[in-house]
């Protein structure tokens, strides 16, 4: 699954994750997924089945989308192609797929009712800077609940969870060419300089360089 312009956000895997036109999602078959354009555009999905495909990973893995690439997306999107050609096409796409040597950023979603609550709220609006007592009072449960539940079911506490989703969110905004200070301020930071500190710990990059 690819977008060609702004960003893609996908739903797979128990994982929520944003795409820039860079990149593309491989779903595996059977994995139940969903997804929403950050920007209006077109969206790409190439569907092979299962048994011709070398690829073989179990769970979603991002992927570099190369100039070759994306032409050949754009050719297999075309309703009409002959079929041998079309065959010719999805074997030299498949060829090209290799796991991209830095991951997007993806977030793990917690399975709890009320924990999925608040994360479904930061990821729509992760400038949100509530604490865990606010969105306790909201969801119906306790600082120590939600903190349990964000740390069994997402593998990280509640601040690191919400950083992630934050970073998530900037990826989307820096591929739309959004300034910096911008982002920082969309994405709940007070000043440009925090945002590229916790940009860079998280990422090991800083946002341009992340990007690029």
Do not use: C, K
Request: no cysteine; proline share 8%.
């Amino acid at each position: 699954m690819w977008a060609p312009v702004g960003a893609l956000a996908i739903q797979a895997g128990g994982n929520d994750w944003v795409i820039p036109p860079t990149h593309a999602l491989w779903i595996p078959a059977g994995v139940l997924h969903g997804s929403r354009a950050l920007r209006r555009g077109a969206v790409y999905r190439v569907r092979v089945a299962p048994t011709e495909s070398p690829v073989v990973w179990s769970q979603p893995t991002s992927v570099v989308v190369t100039p070759l690439m994306r032409e050949l997306i754009v050719y297999l999107g075309a309703s009409e192609r002959d079929p041998d050609a079309r065959r010719d096409a999805e074997l030299l796409l498949l060829d090209l797929i290799e796991a991209a040597p830095v991951d997007t950023i993806h977030v793990p979603l917690p399975r709890d009712s009320r924990a999925r609550a608040v994360a479904e709220a930061l990821i729509d609006r992760p400038d949100d800077d509530r604490d865990l007592g606010a969105w306790g009072l909201e969801v119906g449960a306790s600082i120590r609940t939600l903190a349990r539940l964000f740390a069994a079911e997402t593998g990280m506490t509640f601040m690191q969870w919400r950083a992630q989703v934050r970073m998530r969110a900037a990826l989307g905004l820096l591929a739309d060419g959004v300034p910096v200070a911008n982002v920082a301020r969309q994405v709940g930071y007070r000043t440009p300089s925090a945002f590229v500190a916790a940009y860079r710990r998280i990422t090991g990059h800083t946002p341009g360089a992340h990007l690029s």
